[in-house]
């Protein structure tokens, strides 16, 4: 099978900063894969090179084959490469309806999909249980609902790589339940690229670890492994559970 | 009179020019650089320091200079004032917001534009220089009033530029304008500092314009090119930047003086306007400019 | 907008328009003169709001879009003795030129740099004005002759001097791009437009390249005010520099701001509501700009919804 996205010697530097510094990465189709690693890692950098929010210092971006690394963002996200942004950036003076009309109408003039908006609006909508708030302004929903929002979009835009910046920050544990059944789903039909720091959702969740340090990639392997991986207790793991 | 001669009174005129150009967009410069607020008013405070200085020197009898130094006072602290309570009242409460800050200096700008129309009047008033000695050179005699307004422009940019660079002032204000919020955090008072920055601004250009005054007549509709080539300066200057700004205004000052030998003024003012335009849009951060924070 | 009905917000706009026709059968004379003027002006303010309003870009230089169509109209019409309808093409293509050309380069900026851009380029456009005053009058303006502005259709000829004509005129035009501006923002051309507005970033990250979408906003928003000032051309006869001066890049931003800035029926009102203000106190002031300045300052700071948008935002929420 050939992978889905890969990269090679991705790197960005800020001043001095190596953010991100010489990844090699390679996802698979229809995988679930966590990004681990202390804050400021790299991760929201590593996750933003590859949707092109920001543009690497060198190294190259693959994507199903093609070279993307010159590709402005909004061209990714045609070919199917969706984020959700780390801080909660829905549209706070539209509705929940509003919000997801943008992503199914963009997916519309694609060609990607057929059928009427509100259709396509409300089966996102349903898909994340928020149907019985799409009246409501997005700005006035609570914090769980505006990431689950923020998920509708991401899921609306029919992506093929879905790219999630923790987003069960800030969730209350019933949340999380759903969230997990939620991202499953996604994965049917898409690959799952999560940023997460909630370990128990991330063993449940990924089928493979990616853990990052210092920008750089400091082990990969299916969950039991990188549980064993000293080194990943000591970067991480340890710090993080005490 | 042979082409060098002709080129040093140009030269001596576009001196004169660049001196009052440095003055007012330093009041531009410094009320962007710290509130970065846009104040389309500041042409404005230009005019209204002129017909103020028409006023108070032409209500003291007696020798022009008496008059000339009591309007050289008066004129920019009330205009100062005039400053501070627009400050107050309207810039304070749109939280320095710079969209909300541009449409209300516009409004500024038509009110006291109106003001002076109806209490002034639309005639173009002279101001007598406080004195008349001219320097004589070799080709032609020079006003020596014209000469010291450049030395006294001269002064006052050196003066600011040590205030802004030795003293605690300076050091609260570029902390301001740093970043406001951590400025207030360590307890500086923001609100009393934009309030004299932009009071300050408003008073170099209504200097500048007492300055003037004696050698082009107070006007209700003179601001308007001063706050052009203000803008222009600044923007060639890179915004916030002192040295930049006064640059920026010897090469404008000068420019136009000896570009519109050759050129209709029109013409010059188009070119100059379309040249800032591209800077703006091609390079944000001015000629002279550092990259921006 | 929140879950407008189609149907009513249709009805509303079609009776806006039903009332203004019905207006002209008892306008006083006088009045009925202001309200052309007022509809005609009120497409500018259209204009500019489908730019500040919906997508929340601050030009301080829509007096050059204007001024392209009042003087591509009303140029050709003098010089070149084209008939009405051309003229008003020529005006409206003008004026999209234009705006395609200020779009590339100023939509480079943004914020306040976009304001101090645009309204340079105007300066620049009102300079070349005065330059060219050989062709274009200069300051004084040139006046279009009654002769040059009848319009002839088969048989029947429309004399735009005729008070009645030129009511319906403005109307007409005023009727046409309310309705396509109503049509552009219920669509999804406008509802990109308005989450650009909320949060450009975001809206790449949807899919959307929103440079060409905020330059066929800009192009759509020149051509608007271009119509609107051929048609002022054409129905009044004059053109002149004034109206590329800076104080016609500020009108319509206050029409806009005073009416209610993204709202559709906005800008007729706060166009009338501006001028019949300044026509009701120009019986004892003529301190036209006070009124405009004093406008401006009250309006940002404590009404900056406008009329239109504090209803909408307090009783009708479902007003487009
Ligand atoms: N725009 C930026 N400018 C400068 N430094 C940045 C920028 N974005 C991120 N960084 C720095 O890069 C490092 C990695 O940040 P980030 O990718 O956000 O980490 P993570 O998401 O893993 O917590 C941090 O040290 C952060 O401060
Ligand atoms: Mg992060």
Known sequence: MTPLLTTKGLSRHFGGLRAVDGVDFTLMPGEIRAIIGPNGAGKTTFVSLLSGRIRPSSGMVVFDGADITAMPAYKRVRLGVAYTFQITSVFANLTAFDNVALPVQRTLTDGRTKG??????????????????????????????????????????????????????????????????????????????????????????????TVFNSGKIL????????RANAEVQDAYLGAAHG | MHFGPHLLLAALEGLVTSAVLALTALGLSLVFGVMRVVNVAHGEFFMLGAVLAWAVSTAISGHPAVGFVAALVIAPLLVGLVALVAERLVLRRLNYNPEGTIVATIGMLYIIQQLALTFYGPEARPVEPPFSYRILLPW?????????????????????????????????MRATQYDRETAQAFGIPVERV???????????????????????????????????????????????????????????????????????????????????????????????????? | ?????????????????????????????????????????????????????????????????????????????????????????????????????????????????????????????YLLILYFAAWTGGDQGLVIQQASRVIAIGGASFDLTDPTVRYMSALALFSIILLVTLAVVCSRFGRVLVAIRENEE???????????????????????????????????????????????????????????????????????????????????????????????????????????????????????
């Open chain 1, 116 to 209: 009427q908006v509100r259709s396509g609006v409300m089966a996102a909508l349903e898909r994340t249980g928020l149907a019985e708030r799409a009246g409501t302004l997005a700005g006035q929903l609570s914090y769980g609902h505006q990431r689950l929002l923020e998920v509708a979009m991401g899921l609306a835009l029919k992506p093929r790589l879905l790219i999630l910046d923790e987003p069960t920050q800030g969730l209350a544990d019933s949340e999380i339940d759903n969230f997990i059944t939620l991202v499953r789903e996604i994965a049917r039909d898409a690959a799952v690229l999560l940023i997460e720091h909630n370990m128990p959702v991330v063993m449940q969740l990924a089928g493979r670890i």
């Open chain 1, 219 to 226: 082990a990969e392997g299916t969950p039991g492994e990188i």
């Open chain 2, 140 to 172: 032609f005699g020079y006003s020596g009033y014209k000469l010291s307004v450049v030395a006294a422009s001269a002064i006052l940019l050196v003066i600011t530029w040590l205030v802004l660079t030795r003293t605690r002032i300076g050091l609260i």
């Open chain 2, 194 to 293: 934009y309030a004299g920055v932009f009071a300050v601004g408003a008073m170099l250009a209504a200097i500048a314009a007492v300055l003037i005054v004696p050698i082009s007549q107070a006007h209700y509709l003179m601001g308007q090119d001063p706050l052009l080539l203000s803008f222009i300066v600044v923007i060639i200057g890179g915004l916030g930047s002192l040295r930049g700004t006064v640059v920026a205004a010897i090469l404008i000052g000068l420019s136009d003086g000896i570009i519109s030998m050759f050129f209709s003024p029109t013409l010059a003012k188009i070119i100059a306007t379309l040249v800032v335009a591209m800077v703006l849009v091609f390079r944000p951060q001015g000629l002279f400019g550092t990259t921006p924070r």
């Open chain 3, 1 to 125: 907008m929140r879950n407008a009905s189609p149907a009513k917000t249709y009805a509303l706009h079609i009776s806006v328009i039903a009332l203004l026709f019905a207006l002209n059968f008892v306008l006083p004379d006088y009045h009925q003169g202001l309200f052309a003027r007022i509809m005609a002006l009120a497409v500018f303010a259209m204009g500019y709001n489908l730019l500040f309003g919906y997508v929340g870009l601050l030009s301080l230089g829509h007096a050059m879009f204007f001024s392209a169509g009042l003087y591509g109209a009303g140029l050709t019409v003098y010089h070149l003795g084209w008939g009405v309808p051309e003229a008003f093409v020529a005006g409206v293509a003008c004026g999209a030129l234009l705006a395609l050309v200020i779009g590339l380069l100023a939509l480079r900026t943004s914020g306040v740099a976009f304001m101090i851009v645009t309204m340079m380029f105007a300066q620049v456009f």
């Open chain 3, 202 to 320: 975001r809206t790449k990250m949807l899919g959307y390249d929103t440079v060409a979408n905020k330059l066929t906003a800009v192009v759509a928003s020149g051509a608007i005010c271009a119509a609107s000032g051929a048609a002022y051309a054409l129905l009044f006869g004059y053109v002149g520099s004034s109206f590329a001066s800076v104080q016609y890049s500020i009108l319509p931003l206050l029409w806009v701001l005073l009416g209610g800035a993204a709202t559709t029926l906005g800008p007729l009102i706060g166009t009338l509501f501006m001028y019949y203000v300044t026509d009701i106190t120009s019986g004892f002031t003529s301190a036209y700009l006070l009124i405009v300045g004093v406008a401006l300052i009250l309006l940002v700071l404590f009404f900056p919804k406008g009329i239109l948008g504090s209803i909408r935002e307090r009783w009708l929420r479902w007003l487009p």
